[in-house]
């Protein structure tokens, strides 16, 4: 889906039939100015959508924008000015403003655990834990929060998980059938010592160590060589990160970027006595 067929079809969701409540007061186009502001601290992002979405209803508004994708915006800040017809930027307010305020909200989020990191050498990495069609957007606000992508999508790369490995009747079958059709690097999900130990042996790209406390994490991190990539995921939250970072392990992937980021507090200011 392109993101002009994501709009239009937010666009019908949102007027089926057209505004009502604007369209029964019988307004005529408003020549006017609207702010775009910050109601809080947010990193910004989503301002294409943003901006598609009020020009697929009038065109000819022109959109300022004070800040780029990706800046910090601090409360009561104006991030774009909007110029043309209020009434046509009334009717796209509301659907403009979810895209932006979601994907600033996952930017922002992700900053947080971004700032975590700190000092250390380990990257934070989103998931395919998004909202369907939304994926390419939402992975694109991680990146404007400091994160980074793990794969788009099952086309990307080569990630074999527990299902794979119990439906090949073991690790070492399913590393050996996808190198069969697949040059691709391997990553390879292990939940056990054990599971690390036979992992290394088969000497993939990177070893995704999945739900393991801290003090496990360590013992699976002296059992990988430097040369294999590693990955921790599971119950990766703000008041944890840190201390599996100083573990020593190269990334971290965190679903709640995406799927639990709140929902960054924006608002459009409207001046109808322009």
């Known amino acids: 889906m392109t993101l002009s067929d994501l709009i239009k079809a937010a666009i019908k969701e949102d007027m089926p039939r ?14 006017g100015r609207a702010l775009l502001k910050a109601k809080e601290d947010i990193i910004l992002s989503g301002t294409l959508p943003f901006e598609e979405t009020v020009l697929s209803l009038d065109p000819g508004v022109k959109v300022k924008w004070h800040f780029e994708e990706g800046q910090a915006v601090l ?3 104006n991030i774009c000015t909007l110029e043309g017809d209020l009434v046509q930027i009334l009717k796209s307010e509301r659907v403009a403003l979810n895209f932006l305020g979601h994907l600033s909200g996952i930017a922002t989020h992700t900053n947080r655990f971004v700032q975590k990191l700190k000092g250390t050498q380990t990257r934070i990495l989103d998931t395919r834990k998004t909202t369907p069609g939304l994926r390419e957007l939402e992975k694109r606000a991680v990146v404007h929060g400091g994160g980074q992508n793990h794969r788009l999508n099952l086309s990307t790369a080569v990630l074999i998980k527990d299902n794979h490995i119990a439906i090949m009747g073991g690790m070492s079958m399913a590393v050996q059938r996808v190198r069969l059709h697949s040059p691709e690097p391997i990553e390879i999900e292990a939940r056990t010592l054990e599971e690390v130990k036979e992992a290394v042996k088969l000497e993939v790209h990177r070893i995704l160590l999945d739900n ?9 991190l002296d059992l990988i060589p430097d040369q294999i990539e590693t990955e921790a995921s599971g119950n990766m939250t703000l008041d944890r990160i840190r201390n599996v970072a ?3 392990v190269d990334f971290i992937s965190v679903g709640a970027l995406t799927h639990s980021a709140p929902v960054a507090d924006v608002s459009l200011m409207f001046d109808w006595n322009s």
Not at 18 to 31: A, F, I, M, V
Not at 212 to 220: E, G, P, Q, S, V
């Open 18 to 31: 057209g505004d009502l409540t604007t369209e029964s007061l019988g307004l005529k186009p408003r020549q």
């Open 246 to 248: 100083e573990l020593g």
């Open 212 to 220: 393991m406390d801290n003090a496990t994490l360590k013992l699976a």
């Open 75 to 77: 409360k009561s800040q």
